[in-house]
């Protein structure tokens, strides 16, 4: 002690204050180091399946717990693992932390990644897409310039090539009637059946725009029944993708830890980059399906110039079953979009984390959805392939 009346060195106030301040700590820490703490780690069965899922994180379950004490079978979703410090049951692993953490973040990510893929898979079949009315709306335009060129130009060429037809099969049949010996009224009743085929083949030049229409009105009205069925009604409303992906990650257990929860955050981007490709796609493919149509139009007197020939018949007949194919592509797509929806439910089967404790098996659980998807993209791409075959073309 410094003599009475002297300052107390600095130093040694500091460190006076020093030891208050880490005994004051141990006072008020030790109450809960000294006791042990409970452990809440949940497995599947224990949970059962009325748990409650979050409403904010939905790869979690509303009853998570904190605890120390885990096992390789409990959920990460039921089980939040905190490191224990006390006295009597000290623990800490780092490699749990870190599953942990990845856990969290993977599903946060593959939570908004899977959103955003069923937004794509849901503007498939919104803003009247399959809806395409030649009389009015954006394409009246179109079906105007499509008339107008036919009309213009298209329907006196193909008559003249008819009138060509015409004098060639009238040349042909007189040889073929003179040697053969026909002659009166068997012969009048010949030329007289020509003369009809022709007009029949001249009228239907000078309507074919109209006839090609009523054509694609039939099978834009059949389309339309089948979205009165409800056929798109899953596909628009769907959280298909999302609620797949937060009950996959909601099996995780700790044996599976966070690679299996990173594995599934890269399976979330492959379905969305596909989901993207496939709604891109399909908005494509109904453009261009349009514009098909409407060039298809513009030509159709060629082909019905074709069928008043014996020997371009048949070219003739091709060219307006694929004109039909063009049509009823529309509703080979309605149908891939609208099952697709269903088939994609039916692969939530498949598409759990629960299994072996094995990073193969933990991906090729992820398979079904993201095939799915794929599929849905490829039967889409070959629309045109089956609507052929369904019109014979």
């Known amino acids: 002690m410094p ?9 040694g106030r500091a460190l006076r204050a020093l030891l208050a301040a880490l005994a004051l700590a141990v006072a008020l820490i030790a109450p809960s180091a000294l006791l042990p ?5 949940t497995t599947a069965s224990e949970l059962g399946g009325s748990a409650e899922v979050s409403d904010d994180e939905p790869w ?21 693992y905190t490191p224990s410090f006390n006295v009597f049951d000290f623990h800490f692993d780092f490699g749990l932390c870190v599953s942990d953490f990845l856990y969290g973040l993977s599903a946060q990510a593959a939570s908004v990644l899977s959103s ?23 394409y009246a335009s179109a079906y105007r310039i499509v008339l107008d060129v036919a009309e213009r130009v298209v329907v006196p060429v193909s008559g003249g090539f008819l009138g ?7 040349m042909s049949f007189g040889r073929d009637a003179g040697m ?10 010949s030329y007289a059946w020509i003369a009809v085929k022709y007009l029949l083949v001249q009228t239907a030049i000078v309507h074919g725009v109209r006839i090609m229409r009523a054509i694609f009105e039939v099978v834009n009205d059949i389309g339309a029944a089948m979205q009165d069925t409800g056929l798109l009604a899953g ?52 453009v261009v399906r349009v514009f098909e149509v409407c060039v298809r139009m513009v030509f159709s007197g060629f082909a019905f110039v074709m069928l008043a020939n014996q020997s371009t018949r048949e070219s003739g007949v091709r060219y307006i079953k694929q004109f039909a194919g063009v049509c009823v592509q529309a509703l080979v797509v309605l149908l891939v979009v609208g099952l697709g929806s269903v088939f994609i439910r039916q692969s939530v089967g498949l598409f759990t984390a629960s299994g072996p404790d094995t990073l193969i ?26 609507a052929n075959a369904v019109v014979g073309a």
């Not at 003599?3 to 130093?11: A, Q, Y």
């Open 3 to 11: 003599p009475f009346g002297e300052k107390t060195p600095l130093r």
């Open 37 to 41: 703490q409970t452990a809440f780690a």
């Open 60 to 80: 979690l379950y509303a009853s998570r717990e904190d605890t120390s004490d885990v096992a390789g079978d409990d959920l990460m979703s039921a089980t939040h």
């Open 116 to 138: 955003w893929a069923d937004e794509f898979m849901a503007q498939i079949s919104t803003g009247d897409m399959f809806d395409v009315n030649l009389a009015g709306g954006d």
């Open 164 to 170: 060509l037809a015409f004098v060639f099969s009238l």
């Open 180 to 189: 053969g010996g026909r002659h009166g009224t068997d012969l009048f009743a």
């Open 235 to 286: 596909a628009v409303n769907a959280t298909v993708y999302h609620d797949a992906f937060m009950e996959s990650f909601r099996s995780i257990t700790f044996s599976q830890g966070g690679g299996t929860a990173l594995i599934m955050l890269l399976v979330a981007l492959v379905v969305l980059i596909v989901a993207a490709i496939t709604a891109i796609y399909v908005q494509v493919v109904v």
């Open 361 to 386: 098996a933990s991906f090729m659980s992820l398979v079904g959805p993201m095939v799915s998807c794929i599929v849905m993209f490829l039967m889409v791409k070959q629309s045109r392939e089956i």
